[in-house]
């Protein structure tokens, strides 16, 4: 099933709307203070290009072309996503109230837990767009430009990389030697 903003196909938790129900995503998705709710995070979500809302071992999840990029927890007010690794210790580092690495292999893979009320809409809103295009196919992902946290972290990557080699001109070639 292809999701759309507002329609949310089960029910996101505690005091959530149940699966049927459509609402106004305007009016949940423009109030950029306060708490994130459940139904934001998944609204959120949904709004991003070819994005399916599925179930994985009972709990919510969001797939782009079959691949999950972000979901939420059964009873927490937490969710988690995919992000590049530097961005996830970027944020963890900075903020350890609001993110955290997924323990194990996952946190290792770029797994984060987001504390929900501890995050701003537009935040948020950044973070599960750069999850979105960690897993979407390239087609997809070039549609939607990169958030802030992706950006410095690759910025800082370039710098403190290595300058590349000069390429070997063709035709250029040393003479062998003879014996």
Known sequence: MIGHA???????????????????????LED??????????????LSLPETAAKSHFSQPDFRVCGKIFCGLDRADERGYLKLPKEA????AGSRPDAF????GAWGESGWTYVMLPRVALAELRELLS?????VAPKRL??????????VSVRTK???????????????????RRSE
């Open 6 to 28: 507002g329609r949310v196909p089960f029910d996101v938790g505690p005091n959530s709307v149940q699966a049927t129900a459509c609402r106004d995503s305007a009016s949940t």
């Open 32 to 45: 950029d203070a306060g708490v994130v709710t459940r139904q934001q995070f998944a609204e959120l979500a």
């Open 88 to 91: 996830q210790s970027l944020l």
């Open 100 to 103: 955290a690495p997924a323990a």
């Open 130 to 134: 750069d999850a979105w295009r960690q």
């Open 141 to 150: 992902a070039v549609a939607l430009p990169a958030s802030d946290v992706v």
């Open 157 to 175: 990557r370039e710098q403190n990389s290595r300058p590349a080699r000069a390429a070997k001109r063709p035709g250029k070639r040393r003479p």
